[in-house]
């Protein structure tokens, strides 16, 4: 709905649901999404929203599905265009819903990953083969020319819709496509910041998972300037695609921070036996077989007992002698040691 700016859905064609309870999974559910003859600005429509500022349909940089109040909530009330619909601007529920950070965040959140890529794709005309919507609209041009024969859908003598929709075809296509740019962009913008604050409470909560007595005090220094850098620079990002950017080079840079040093330790669990030695000929074994290799920085250094800058075989045979020593209570010095 507020992709595409439709005036209708929000006040009048969208709609809650509750399934039996008997087959039902209990909760309130939104939907389906339909009657979209007013969306994409085909007709112009304004609203009130909450704080009495008056929002229209072509605004592709302003909020609008979330302004709409529910139809009919004060018959007694009507619209400035006096067509008896109320004016109850603020007690809609989206608009209710859209008061709550936690809920804005979450759309911000779940329209980049599930709508932005799309969004783009639909309208490049850049790509290789030109803008998706452009492509659709040519294979079903046939079609829409005989339907508008008897429709009248478009054109200048008998056009039943809205009059920013094109005179013929090809120019409602290319609106279409031009709209949902516009409103793409407008959405990116409109959600930027709460689009990063959510990246910036998923980094510090990654943060704060890390068990900072296992790194030396340099190690903690390190973790958390790359946190503090990172919190500043999706603040300061242009737009969705750096703040996403930022995060995850972030998280990886939190990921690769080596922990305290304890050579052998090729598994992690902060002990040296034959397991160490297994883990490391599997990691082993999957570098020549030209498969990913699974060792973060500080497994990396750790299986490097001999000190030659690589992990291998012959560190496999020094975790090997150092676990039998252990177990005869002998001492056993690793290479790199020494």
Not at 146 to 171: A, D, S
Request: aromatic residues 10%; proline residues 3%; glycine residues 6%.
């Amino acid at each position: 709905e507020e992709i595409t700016m439709d005036s209708d859905g929000p006040q009048a064609s969208f709609y809650f649901y509750k399934e039996a309870d008997s087959k039902g999974d209990g909760k309130l559910h939104c939907g389906p999404a339909w009657d979209f003859d007013l969306a994409y600005y085909n007709f112009g429509k304004s609203v009130l929203s909450g704080d009495g500022t008056r929002v229209f349909s072509n605004q592709t940089d302003s909020i609008f599905a979330a302004t709409f109040p529910i139809h009919g909530y004060d018959d007694n009330l009507t619209d400035d265009q006096g067509s008896g619909n109320a004016n109850t601007s603020g007690y809609g529920w989206i608009t209710m819903l859209y008061r709550r950070e936690d809920f804005v965040k979450r759309a911000a959140e779940l329209y980049y990953e599930c709508y932005d890529h799309y969004l783009l794709e639909l309208t490049d005309t850049t790509q290789e083969n030109g803008a998706l919507i452009t492509q659709m609209g040519e294979a079903i041009q046939p079609s829409a020319e005989m339907n508008n024969i008897v429709t009248h859908m478009y054109g200048k003598e008998y056009r039943r819709l809205g009059p920013n929709n094109g005179e013929n075809f090809t120019e409602c296509v290319d609106y279409i496509r031009s709209f949902t740019e516009r409103r793409r962009n407008g959405l990116r913008a409109i959600w930027l910041e709460p689009f990063a604050e959510v990246r910036t409470e998923e980094l510090q909560s990654i943060y704060e998972a890390i068990e900072q007595e296992r790194y030396d005090e340099a190690e903690q220094k390190a973790l958390q300037e790359i946190l503090e850098d990172a919190v500043q620079a999706m603040d300061d990002a242009a737009d969705m695609d750096e703040v996403q950017a930022i995060y995850e080079e972030a998280a990886s840079a939190l990921a690769n921070v080596p922990r305290a040093l304890l050579l052998g330790d090729c598994n992690d669990d902060l002990t040296v036996n034959v397991l160490d030695a297994q883990t490391l000929l599997m990691n082993y074994a999957k570098r020549l077989a030209g498969m990913s290799e699974t060792f973060d920085t500080t497994q990396l250094r750790n299986a490097d007992v001999d000190g030659n800058g690589t992990q291998d075989a012959v560190d496999a045979m020094h975790i090997l002698r150092y676990a039998a020593a252990k177990l005869s209570d002998i001492p056993y010095t690793f290479p790199a040691e020494e």
